[in-house]
């Protein structure tokens, strides 16, 4: 049974779909999980899971009038072609119909954003690193 929600989920759950979304390896994550509770902590999020078992989620910023940056939209692969990125996307908008809603997004997963009204903008992206 699938449930959407808004909660925080646990560091250890957020890794389980970067693992199965190819974003690394469990070494990768090892001695990290702090930082993760920190920062999901201080980020607001879209869930949708499975009984218990969190099948996806959108993790984002917003300044709640005029900006809404999505950082993360993930699905398990076996829960994929579900409706469920659809779902979390949908209730993201009804959460902040009033905002601009950006996500950045590689070109294989990008098609399926703009099937949702997302529109392609080349901008130039900056970053600045404080670790590497």
């Known amino acids: 049974m699938f449930r959407i929600g808004q909660d925080v989920p646990k560091a250890v759950e957020g890794v389980s779909l970067y693992l199965d979304s190819g974003w690394g390896t469990a070494k990768d994550y090892v001695g990290s999980e702090q930082t993760f509770e920190k920062a ?7 869930t949708m899971r499975d009984n218990q078992k969190l099948v996806g989620m959108i993790r984002y910023f917003t300044d709640g009038f005029h900006d809404t940056q999505i950082i993360e ?10 409706g469920i990125a659809k779902a ?8 902040y119909p009033q905002t601009a809603i950006y996500i950045q997004s590689t070109e294989k997963f990008g098609e399926a954003f703009l099937k949702e009204g997302f ?5 130039i992206g900056l970053s600045y690193l404080t670790r590497i």
């Open 40 to 46: 999901y902590q201080n980020s607001k999020f879209v």
């Open 88 to 95: 979390m996307l949908n209730k993201l908008k009804e959460l």
């Open 73 to 82: 939209c993930l699905v398990l692969q076996s829960y994929r072609r579900k």
């Open 119 to 123: 529109k392609k903008h080349q901008l």
